[in-house]
């Protein structure tokens, strides 16, 4: 493993928002461990966001709609697309080949439809419960955080699906980059949930290993638009732990 670089940070919020950082891209496998600090940034603006609007009165239930919504634009909607469109190959194409093939079509087909209906609906009913509860600001930092802790990870254990792409274009990142982004995220996350950490973090990995085995069984390896899966179903099943 190369040692961490600052520049790293820029590298991981160019990719993964629409912040607008200068970035290099001449060490993006490398800068993955950054990508938890991407998370904790569009969370952070998120849920400062959230705390603006209940100061200003609006009600909790548009609180939580207005903090899904932010974290669609800041983050470009990429790892809902990825969402889509494996929800659109994996069950659409018989084969590999043709899995591959509907993942990479810009249209989105019915099991996308329902795979971002299903998850816009649990996220916006999960958060308002927990907005309900009194708990939030620091779990949603939490969930945006170790949910991109989980990119990594599937990038260092699957292969490329295909020999072109965003996945592909940015490589590999070794075992000890994908612990540091793991660890990294824990570490945040215990400072500001505490022991909450523990359950969320074997949840976490359970669900984590389940998208990995999915991808390989269905297309062989992953690709961007599995690592953006993986990141929404894991924020969505934690959340529903949380709520």
Not at 72 to 100: K, N, Y
Not at 106 to 133: D, H
Not at 149 to 162: G, K
Not at 222 to 232: C, P, Y
Request: proline share 4%; charged share 10%.
């Amino acid at each position: 493993m190369s040692a961490p670089q600052f520049k790293d940070v820029a590298t991981a919020l160019a990719l993964l928002t629409r912040f607008p950082v200068k970035a290099e891209f001449d060490r993006t496998a490398e800068a993955s461990w950054a990508y938890p600090i991407a998370g904790t940034v569009l969370g952070t603006c998120a849920a400062v966001l959230i705390a603006v609007c209940l100061w200003l009165g609006v009600a909790p239930a548009l609180a939580a709609g207005i903090y899904v919504a932010a974290t669609i634009v800041l983050s470009g909607a990429m790892h809902e697309d990825g969402l889509a469109d494996c929800a659109d190959g994996f069950w659409g194409g018989w084969d590999q080949t043709r899995r591959l093939e509907i993942m990479k079509d810009s249209a989105i087909g019915a099991y996308g439809v329902i795979a971002l209906v299903l998850s816009l609906i649990t996220r916006w009913a999960a958060i308002w419960l927990l907005i309900e509860g009194g708990w939030w600001f620091f779990p949603l930092i939490v969930i945006e955080t170790l949910s991109r802790s989980a990119m990594p990870a599937v990038m260092h254990a699957l292969p490329n699906a295909r020999d072109t792409g965003l996945s592909q274009s940015q490589g590999r990142p070794d075992r000890a980059t994908a612990a540091l982004a793991v660890a990294g995220a824990s570490v945040l996350s215990l400072l500001l949930i505490g022991l909450t950490t523990v359950p969320l973090l074997i949840l976490g990995t359970a669900v984590v290993a389940a998208m990995a085995m999915l991808a390989r069984a269905k297309i062989g390896g992953q690709t961007g638009d599995v690592l953006g899966a993986t990141q929404q179903i894991t924020a969505l099943v934690l959340l529903i732990a949380l709520a």
